[in-house]
């Protein structure tokens, strides 16, 4: 005999509550599958308008969320009370149906992260200009053999993705590997890289640079020497400090520190297999491969594919 349960009205307190916190449950749940395909599309239409039009102005973007939400779940509620009595609710409008629509969500938005895609907030000036502070940057992880999100790793494989020189790579700081860097990659396993005087070479071929337009930074009232660096087949803006020190300030132990030889004026280094070679283009003002020394490749989790300022 068939239950009674599948006929009754939604309750308006439970649509206005999953309508205020989940937008297209909410309208699942009052049996509305447009309404829930639009909610969703005007969802994502709001996340990345926070994302690409309102960065920096993140109250702005908290009051239109609310908004948002409040709507839906104002609309929610009304449908929920409008509700025929009489009118059979689908499966998908079900608690079985909601937790199983939620649950395969959940786990979709967790693999694309895990294994393909992540955003990673960055918050240091260490790549300016390249990458401002508070960036937002899109990583995109397959291939990197290193799996995992929110602080779980799932697991770890082969790199089947060949690093260049060039690439900016987001990676486990060597030291603590719950936190997560990016820098730009400038040795690759063998390289021999010297960096002295503030001039990079590799492989002791110079790499070149020249001077453009000063660059003003937007977290404090001062401009530094900007300047091209041309690595290979990638040209890219770093900057100069030229009243910083030249000699590498703070150094640490780190493995294979022994292929390292430090001076007043800079540092050779031999690059190990399995390790990279990685700096900051805000090179006088940059925690990098100079300091703790050289990122495994065990610890690579993926390319920065966009950068968000």
Known sequence: MESTAIYRKPKRWIAAVLGLLIQPVGMLYVARPGWAAAYLGLA???????????RGRELAGDVIALLFAIICAIHAYLLARD???LLRRPWYSRWYGLVAIVVAFAALAFGVRAFLFEPFRFSSGSMAPTIEPRAQLIVRKWGYGNYGTYGIHLMRTGMSSEVQRGDILVFEYPEDRAVSYAKRVVGLPGDRISYYD????????????RQIVDYFHKDRPI???QYLERLGDREYAILIEPEAPAA???T?????????AYTAEGLSCRVPEGHYFVLGDNRD????????????AINIIGKVQYIVQ
């Open 285 to 296: 003002n940059s925690s990098d491969s100079r300091v703790w020394g050289f990122v495994p």
């Open 252 to 260: 640490r132990p780190f493995p294979f520190r022994e292929r390292c």
């Open 44 to 54: 994502v239409i709001v996340v990345l308008s926070n994302i690409f039009l309102l």
């Open 83 to 85: 509700y025929r009595e």
């Open 223 to 225: 401009r530094s020497l």
């Open 248 to 250: 590498v300030p703070f």
């Open 198 to 209: 503030r001039r990079l070479k590799v492989n002791d071929q110079e790499v070149q640079i």
